[in-house]
């Protein structure tokens, strides 16, 4: 008999994995977190029956949400994750030697705890002197941040229970307060296929509060769709305009120079979203 994990996308569409076996299962203060064993994508974590990160694709989203921003402003020094508890988004992060902080805000401590212990080649940087780790919410430390960050990653799970915040013109007023007068912010904004109204409100709350606001996109195989995007808003710099010889190889397997530009360049149904 074969185990298969199916994860609903939408009520009447999903993908499924054969699993080899199952690692952890916990119901924890915030979610219900389960890691599994599959055969085509390896130890997979799982956030209330969603997809979060895999060992085979999950270099695609932390390449993506850290260097786009990363390489766009000329000199980060301090910066914030939240949410992120597997840890690839502060392993990317810490690819850039200007980088003197990464403050990373992860409201559930199970989730590193069970990273650490089976996903080591996306948790391997906790404990890093750079890293400063705080079990908290998000949401409370955005409110009670000011004029301090270079750059805000908003890594977190769909907006629904604890991250049920994070997509709110209110919070993105509040990195907007939290980051410097340079900043720029990155939200994960889900994917067009399912989610459109999502990601048009997030572009559009964004352009609303920053100057310059885009979005981008990459492809995950095992998210819902298989297409993902980004937001970005920024105070000053814009991604199009940084120059290709500050991008320096970050010795990953998706990110380059030219895909830097070319994730900006978006299909005619996406480009309406942003209008
Ligand atoms: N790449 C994934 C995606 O795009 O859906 C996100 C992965 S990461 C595991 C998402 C993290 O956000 C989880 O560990 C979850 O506990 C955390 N999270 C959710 N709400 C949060 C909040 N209010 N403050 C801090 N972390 C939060």
């Known amino acids: 008999m074969s185990l298969w994990f199916t994860e609903k996308q939408t009520s009447s569409f999903g993908i499924t994995a054969k699993v080899n076996r199952t690692l952890e299962s916990e119901n924890t203060d915030f979610q219900q977190l389960d890691m599994v064993e599959t055969q085509e994508f390896g130890n997979m974590l799982l956030l209330d029956g969603m997809v979060m990160t895999t060992e085979k694709d999950e270099f695609v989203y932390h390449e993506m949400i850290a260097h786009v921003p990363l390489f766009t402003h000329p000199s980060p020094k301090n910066v914030l994750v939240v949410g992120g508890g597997d840890g690839g988004t502060i392993r990317e992060v810490l690819k850039h030697s200007s980088v003197e902080k990464v403050t990373q805000v992860?409201?559930?401590?199970?989730?590193?705890?069970?990273?650490?212990?089976?996903?080591?080649?996306?948790?391997?940087?906790?404990?890093?002197?750079?890293?400063?780790?705080?079990?908290?919410?998000?949401?409370?430390?955005?409110?009670?941040?000011?004029?301090?960050?270079?750059?805000?990653?908003?890594?977190?799970?769909?907006?629904?229970?604890?991250?049920?915040?994070?997509?709110?013109?209110?919070?993105y007023a509040g990195i907007a307060k939290a980051l410097k007068k340079d900043g720029i912010f990155?939200?994960?904004?889900?994917?067009?296929?399912?989610?459109?109204?999502?990601?048009?409100?997030?572009?559009?709350?964004?352009?609303?509060?920053?100057?310059?606001?885009?979005?981008?996109?990459?492809?995950?195989?095992?998210?819902?769709?298989?297409?993902?995007?980004?937001?970005?808003?920024?105070?000053?710099?814009?991604?199009?305009?940084?120059?290709?010889?500050?991008?320096?190889?970050?010795?990953?397997?998706?990110?380059?120079?030219?895909?830097?530009?070319?994730?900006?360049?978006?299909?005619?149904?996406?480009?309406?979203?942003?209008?």
Request: proline share 7%.
């Open 106 to 171: 992860e409201i559930d401590g199970k989730v590193v705890e069970y990273s650490k212990k089976h996903l080591p080649h996306i948790s391997c940087e906790y404990g890093n002197p750079r890293v400063e780790l705080i079990i908290g919410d998000g949401f409370e430390h955005i409110i009670k941040s000011e004029n301090r960050y270079d750059i805000i990653l908003v890594d977190s799970t769909e907006p629904v229970g604890p991250a049920a915040g994070l997509f709110t013109k209110g919070f």
């Open 186 to 275: 990155v939200a994960q904004t889900d994917n067009p296929w399912f989610k459109a109204d999502l990601i048009k409100n997030a572009i559009q709350d964004t352009k609303e509060i920053f100057p310059i606001a885009r979005l981008y996109t990459c492809n995950i195989p095992t998210y819902p769709s298989g297409m993902w995007t980004f937001t970005m808003g920024s105070k000053v710099y814009d991604p199009l305009k940084v120059s290709i010889d500050k991008i320096f190889d970050i010795n990953g397997k998706y990110y380059t120079p030219e895909l830097h530009y070319a994730s900006f360049v978006l299909p005619k149904f996406l480009q309406s979203l942003c209008k």
